[in-house]
């Protein structure tokens, strides 16, 4: 006991030894704390690996952690475009409607078979969506109060 608590068996001896103790390995803990939590993340990117939910049922294959920072990163999400399961959309992402300073451009989706007869020529022509047009007309007129903003709002989507 008499070497724990120091040669003179004092009380301040032993808080003494305990903080040059403590002040010599404090820069230890956080290393082994950051590589605790390393392992810890390489665990939960191989439980991803292996989770059956996350499998492609058409291709059987697993979902795959590239780094072992995805599920600090899956943390930072904040917005998911999505319909669930792809069964409206089979998948397919297709650009709809726009709103651009509370104006609502109108659809952008080609109809179907939507043709148009040009004069008396017998020429039929696709039609564009009715949206498509309206950000035509805006992005040709300069002078439009929402030109700039349709122009920010494409370059952005673009990118």
Not at 13 to 31: A, G, H, N, S, T
Not at 109 to 121: E, S
Request: aromatic residues 8%; glycine residues 6%.
């Amino acid at each position: 006991m008499a070497a724990a608590l120091g040669d003179g068996g004092r009380i301040d001896d032993f808080f003494v030894r305990f903080f040059q103790y403590w002040i010599i390995l404090y820069q230890i803990v956080p290393i082994s704390l950051y590589v605790c939590f390393e392992v810890v993340k390489l665990l939960l990117g191989l439980q991803i690996n292996l989770d059956k939910e996350m499998m492609d049922p058409l291709t059987r294959q697993h979902a795959v952690a590239r780094t072992a920072d995805l599920v600090e990163e899956m943390g930072q999400v904040h917005h998911i475009f999505s319909d669930k399961t792809g069964t409206i959309t089979q998948n397919e992402m297709r650009f709809a409607m726009c709103s651009i300073d509370d104006t609502d451009l109108g659809d952008f989706r080609p109809p179907d078979l939507l043709t148009i007869d040009i004069g008396k020529l017998g020429v039929t022509a696709t039609a564009d969506p009715e949206g498509v047009m309206q950000a035509r007309r805006i992005m040709t007129d300069p002078r439009h109060p929402l030109h700039e903003e349709t122009r920010r709002f494409f370059m952005c989507l673009a990118a």
